[in-house]
């Protein structure tokens, strides 16, 4: 009968838990001990079997936490000099917490924090989540009410892990990628530069393979499974993610329509808060957008609140969305004439 495999744990998570580990003891812990009960070691770690490839692991993660200018300290046992399995190791709290002539106030601890949650969703995911990382063991016994109700930004794209796992090792990806308008989905291949929200959409800047040609895909249009390839590209600058969100601005900025909506209605109230709307009239705005098609899809779920002025285009596209809906309704009534 196969072995089940251990769960992974990432490695971020892995180390934060060996740091929290290494502060909450005075007296250190043996590499048994760690490898035994921290979590992302005890996973794999065999009691009676050959841990060798586990204790590498350790050596790594204690380099890369003192990159992280964590005090890491090994304690020799007076009993068993010269024995490496007898050391243990600790993080002396005093040596690692902020100078007394640095302090930051809950307010401002819960704001590093939200900030570092949202630079952890950007395109330099790995070099994001080892700061987060040091911050959050910095403070890691620290009580913050206001960090208990910190939202956590997530994507439910399913192309959002393995594309940011792409970026991570500089790999080219391939997907499937359904354009409005199309009846079936085409396959892309290109190289993740950036990873960027905007307006509450994740898109993906990449330079697509052969054309060279810089696209940017909205991240709910990718169809299917992104596979990763071994073909590597060169990694992104972190200014990728800047210009990439500037020229999706530039392209909302240019881009307005102006819409007619029902007074005290729930698509003036909706539309009028937007940002960059404006009232061009006692009951039209002019709002903006980056995509006409999401635009469609958001201005025909007011129904009759809202009409289109212009432009023409936007106009058509929410007209076909509406027929839409009322040929199915009308489908399910005849339906039920005939019952």
Same mark, same amino acid.
Do not use: C
């Given at each position: 009968?196969?072995?089940?495999?251990?769960?992974?744990?990432?490695?971020?998570?892995?180390?934060?838990?060996?740091?929290?580990?290494?502060?909450?003891?005075?007296?250190?812990?043996?590499?048994?001990?760690?490898?035994?009960?921290?979590?992302?070691?005890?996973?794999?770690?065999?009691?009676?079997?050959?841990?060798?490839?586990?204790?590498?692991?350790?050596?790594?993660?204690?380099?890369?936490?003192?990159?992280?200018?964590?005090?890491?300290?090994?304690?020799?046992?007076?009993?068993?000099?010269?024995?490496?399995?007898?050391?243990?190791?600790?993080?002396?709290?005093?040596?690692?917490?902020?100078?007394?002539?640095?302090?930051?106030?809950?307010?401002?601890?819960?704001?590093?924090?939200?900030?570092?949650?949202?630079?952890?969703?950007?395109?330099?995911?790995?070099?994001?989540?080892?700061?987060?990382?040091?911050?959050?063991?910095?403070?890691?016994?620290?009580?913050?009410?206001?960090?208990?109700?910190?939202?956590?930004?997530?994507?439910?794209?399913?192309?959002?892990?393995?594309? =940011?796992?792409?970026? *991570?090792?500089?790999? %080219?990806?391939?997907? +499937?990628?359904?354009?409005?308008? @199309? #009846?079936? !989905?085409?396959?892309?291949?290109?190289?993740?530069?950036?990873?960027?929200?905007?307006?509450?959409?994740?898109?993906?800047?990449?330079?697509?393979?052969?054309?060279?040609?810089?696209?940017?895909?909205?991240?709910?249009?990718?169809?299917?499974?992104?596979?990763?390839?071994?073909?590597?590209?060169?990694?992104?600058?972190?200014?990728?993610?800047?210009?990439?969100?500037?020229?999706?601005?530039?392209?909302?900025?240019?881009?307005?329509?102006?819409?007619?909506?029902?007074?005290?209605?729930?698509?003036?109230?909706?539309?009028?808060?937007?940002?960059?709307?404006? =009232?061009?009239?006692? *009951?039209?705005?002019? %709002?903006?957008?980056? +995509?006409?098609?999401?635009?469609? @899809? #958001?201005? !025909?779920?007011?129904?009759?609140?809202?009409?289109?002025?212009?432009?023409?285009?936007?106009?058509?596209?929410?007209?076909?969305?509406?027929?839409?809906?009322?040929?199915?309704?009308?489908?399910?009534?005849?339906?039920?004439?005939?019952?």
């Amino acid at each position: 009968m196969p072995t089940a495999r251990a769960p992974r744990v990432p490695v971020e998570e892995r180390l934060f838990s060996l740091v929290l580990a290494l502060l909450a003891t005075d007296s250190g812990l043996s590499k048994t001990e760690i490898l035994s009960t921290v979590q992302g070691y005890r996973q794999k770690y065999s009691r009676s079997g050959d841990n060798a490839a586990l204790e590498r692991q350790f050596e790594r993660d204690k380099d890369d936490i003192r990159e992280l200018g964590v005090p890491l300290e090994t304690i020799d046992d007076p009993s068993a000099a010269g024995n490496n399995q007898a050391l243990r190791y600790r993080i002396p709290r005093g040596a690692y917490e902020l100078p007394d002539d640095i302090a930051f106030s809950s307010e401002e601890t819960a704001l590093l924090t939200l900030a570092a949650m949202v630079w952890r969703e950007g395109s330099l995911s790995h070099e994001s989540r080892r700061a987060l990382l040091k911050l959050r063991s910095l403070g890691g016994s620290a009580s913050v009410p206001e960090l208990e109700y910190a939202p956590r930004l997530r994507s439910r794209d399913a192309a959002f892990e393995p594309l =940011r796992t792409a970026l *991570d090792r500089g790999v %080219v990806v391939r997907f +499937d990628y359904l354009k409005p308008g @199309d #009846e079936s !989905a085409r396959r892309r291949e290109v190289a993740p530069a950036a990873l960027v929200q905007h307006h509450g959409r994740w898109l993906v800047s990449a330079v697509e393979v052969g054309s060279g040609a810089i696209k940017t895909f909205l991240l709910s249009r990718v169809v299917g499974p992104v596979q990763l390839t071994t073909t590597p590209f060169t990694r992104p600058s972190a200014a990728t993610a800047e210009r990439a969100l500037a020229d999706l601005e530039q392209v909302w900025h240019d881009r307005t329509a102006t819409v007619r909506v029902e007074p005290t209605s729930d698509a003036e109230t909706r539309l009028g808060k937007r940002r960059g709307t404006t =009232r061009v009239g006692p *009951d039209a705005l002019t %709002v903006h957008w980056t +995509d006409e098609h999401l635009l469609a @899809d #958001e201005l !025909a779920s007011f129904g009759p609140e809202v009409t289109v002025l212009e432009p023409e285009s936007l106009r058509a596209l929410v007209r076909a969305r509406l027929a839409t809906v009322l040929d199915a309704h009308t489908d399910a009534l005849d339906g039920d004439d005939r019952g």
